[in-house]
């Protein structure tokens, strides 16, 4: 007869430790090389949807008019220049002697541009040459938003699925295919939200360990909790939202948001590992090396951003100070800073006062609704023309969100709201922080002249908003297989039709010559045309 030998029980302690690790730490799934390749074959078809006949329209459109010329000039002289009133023609005809030696007044700082510039300084002052650099920089957001779903959502599936549907969604497409600034925005924001979700991770692990070691020997009282000043990823934040704010002045409100979002998971990492007075510890003890991290690094890097415009002699306003005698209070800052203060006063009430109607302007709320997107380009043809085999054709740029991802997104925030409300779910709270951060703002502006192209900031958090829905639709690991194969089907459905309707308005997206019967029938409402 053979006798069982029952396993030891485990011990308080490592009960103790265990639940406390369960508490703070959701593993990583263990595919790691998958959890490379999958994001960054999703990156290879952003790639191609960007990519490919990028020259194309060859000439410069909507606010291209500004910003490549903008670019060029910065990466000629170090800050912007006036140019010639032919200066489009001239650049498309090859002629670039087209800046006068006079400074413009510019109403957005230079990151944007400089990056542009990179572009420019590669491969020419060309259609290709200015928006590379931008095509590129969305590449980078898809597979970005590919990695972060996947440590969102604890699945490389889901954050291959995000990735896909950020790569094919066509207000994506076109901002990454026009030499604009809001798309190099959204890139710094999402790595920024990125590297704050690696920070969270890395933070209740150490909260775990230290709490480990203490229960191991024998100290169960957990009192105030250690202080990690050193945060390399939340450092890294701050050097993002830093350059987002140096792209276009909106970054600030996502430097907002995600200070308070990455206080908020601090004081509930806090509150797992059991320590005393978690909101007040926080606040007092880490809320501090929050700040310089993040808010402080953010504001050097940004004054840095300025460094072309800070070291001429010539720039817009550079010599404000030396012209003005300065105040009492004046007197203590250099007078470059007291310059770069008052023409960021001008670019302020430009901003403030921007109130000139367009076409194309819209309300914030009508975009999530795709209530009126924005014409970039449009050319008509008759037979014969340009290559046109029907009676007429037409060409469009049309910077318009992929219907069924953008309505399917409205529900979806509904559903995150309801989760994170009743269900305290963390990544229904992160995603709608992106949300406030780069959508919430703009309601409050809504007697300024503003546009839904705008909006591509705001698509990875909608985008996550409906990768988090397609989540609970597919079900836990541990559902039934049949609950999980009719969750696939219908997840799976939803994805398939967003990409055959995505692939469909493709050409009024890149330019492409098609019918006019065939662009028309795209225009699904009055107010896209």
């Known amino acids: 007869m053979t006798q069982t030998v029952d396993a030891p029980e485990a011990s308080e302690t490592e009960r103790s430790a265990a639940?406390?690790?369960?508490?703070?730490?959701?593993?990583?799934?263990?595919?790691?090389?998958?959890?490379?390749?999958?994001?960054?074959?999703?990156?290879?078809?952003?790639?191609?949807?960007?990519?490919?006949?990028?020259?194309?329209?060859?000439?410069?459109?909507?606010?291209?008019?500004y910003y490549a010329k903008d670019a060029y000039s910065q990466l000629l002289f170090g800050y912007s220049r006036k140019f010639t009133e032919d200066a489009?023609?001239?650049?498309?005809?090859?002629?670039?002697?087209?800046?006068?030696?006079?400074?413009?007044?510019?109403?957005?700082?230079?990151?944007?541009?400089?990056?542009?510039?990179?572009?420019?300084?590669?491969?020419?002052?060309?259609?290709?040459?200015?928006?590379?650099?931008?095509?590129?920089?969305?590449v980078a957001t898809v597979v970005m938003l590919a990695r972060i779903g996947r440590r969102l959502f604890r699945s490389t599936l889901l954050g291959c699925v995000a990735g896909l549907l950020l790569a094919v969604d066509g207000l994506s497409i076109v901002?990454?295919?026009?030499?604009?600034?809001?798309?190099?925005?959204?890139?710094?924001?999402?790595?920024?939200?990125?590297?704050?979700?690696?920070?969270?991770?890395?933070?209740?692990?150490?909260?775990?360990?230290?709490g480990e070691s203490r229960l191991a020997r024998g100290l169960t009282e957990p009192g105030d909790g250690p202080l990690f000043w050193w945060r390399p990823w939340r450092l890294a934040a701050g050097i993002m939202l830093g350059l987002a704010c140096g792209t276009k002045w909106s970054g600030l409100y996502a430097v907002a948001v995600f200070g308070l979002m990455t206080v908020l998971w601090e004081i509930g990492a806090r509150r797992a590992a059991g320590l005393r007075s978690p909101v007040l510890n926080s606040l007092l003890r880490d809320g501090p090396v929050a700040f310089l991290t993040m808010v402080v690094t953010a504001a050097f890097v940004y004054v840095v951003s300025w460094w072309g415009w800070i070291t001429s002699?010539?720039?817009?306003?550079?010599?404000?100070?030396?012209?003005?005698?300065?105040?009492?209070?004046?007197?203590?800052?250099?007078?470059?800073?007291?310059?770069?203060?008052?023409?960021?006063?001008?670019?302020?009430?430009?901003?403030r006062d921007l109130d000139t109607p367009h076409d194309y302007m819209s309300?914030?709320?009508?975009?999530?609704?795709?209530?009126?997107?924005?014409?970039?380009?449009?050319?008509?043809?008759?037979?014969?023309?340009?290559?046109?085999?029907?009676?007429?054709?037409?060409?469009?740029?049309?910077?318009?969100?992929?219907?069924?991802?953008?309505?399917?997104?409205?529900?979806a925030l509904l559903v995150c709201l309801w989760w994170w409300f009743f269900r305290r779910d963390w990544r229904a709270g992160a995603i709608l922080a992106g949300i406030i951060a780069t959508w919430v703002p703009w309601l409050f502006f809504t007697d300024r002249t503003i546009f839904y192209f705008y909006a591509v900031a705001i698509v990875p958090f909608l985008v996550l908003a409906v990768t988090f829905v397609?989540?609970?639709?597919?079900?836990?690991?541990?559902?039934?297989?049949?609950?999980?194969?009719?969750?696939?089907?219908?997840?799976?459905?939803?994805?398939?039709?967003?990409?055959?309707?995505?692939?469909?308005?493709?050409?009024?997206h890149v330019d492409q010559l098609i019918s006019y019967d065939?662009?028309?029938?795209?225009?699904?409402?009055?107010s896209w045309i």
């Open 363 to 411: 309300k914030p709320w009508e975009w999530l609704y795709l209530g009126r997107p924005v014409s970039f380009d449009y050319e008509g043809y008759d037979l014969g023309q340009a290559g046109c085999e029907a009676e007429r054709c037409s060409q469009a740029v049309l910077a318009l969100g992929t219907p069924p991802l953008w309505w399917g997104a409205c529900a």
């Open 19 to 65: 639940g406390l690790r369960a508490r703070l730490v959701r593993p990583m799934p263990s595919d790691r090389v998958w959890g490379w390749i999958g994001p960054l074959l999703v990156g290879v078809v952003a790639a191609v949807l960007r990519l490919v006949d990028l020259g194309r329209p060859d000439k410069i459109i909507f606010d291209e008019t």
């Open 175 to 210: 901002m990454s295919r026009t030499a604009v600034l809001d798309g190099i925005l959204a890139m710094f924001i999402v790595a920024a939200f990125g590297c704050l979700l690696i920070d969270r991770d890395q933070m209740r692990a150490k909260y775990a360990d230290w």
């Open 518 to 526: 065939a662009w028309r029938a795209r225009m699904w409402f009055s």
């Open 470 to 508: 397609l989540g609970l639709i597919i079900g836990p690991p541990d559902a039934s297989p049949r609950r999980r194969a009719v969750g696939v089907a219908i997840a799976g459905g939803y994805v398939l039709i967003v990409v055959a309707v995505a692939a469909w308005f493709y050409p009024i």
């Open 88 to 138: 489009n023609e001239r650049i498309l005809s090859g002629d670039l002697d087209v800046f006068l030696n006079e400074p413009s007044f510019v109403v957005h700082p230079p990151v944007g541009k400089f990056i542009i510039g990179q572009g420019i300084d590669v491969f020419g002052m060309d259609p290709f040459g200015w928006r590379i650099a931008v095509a590129l920089c969305g």
């Open 313 to 351: 002699s010539d720039g817009y306003h550079r010599q404000w100070a030396t012209e003005n005698a300065p105040s009492a209070l004046g007197q203590l800052f250099p007078s470059w800073a007291r310059s770069l203060w008052h023409y960021h006063s001008e670019m302020w009430r430009f901003h």
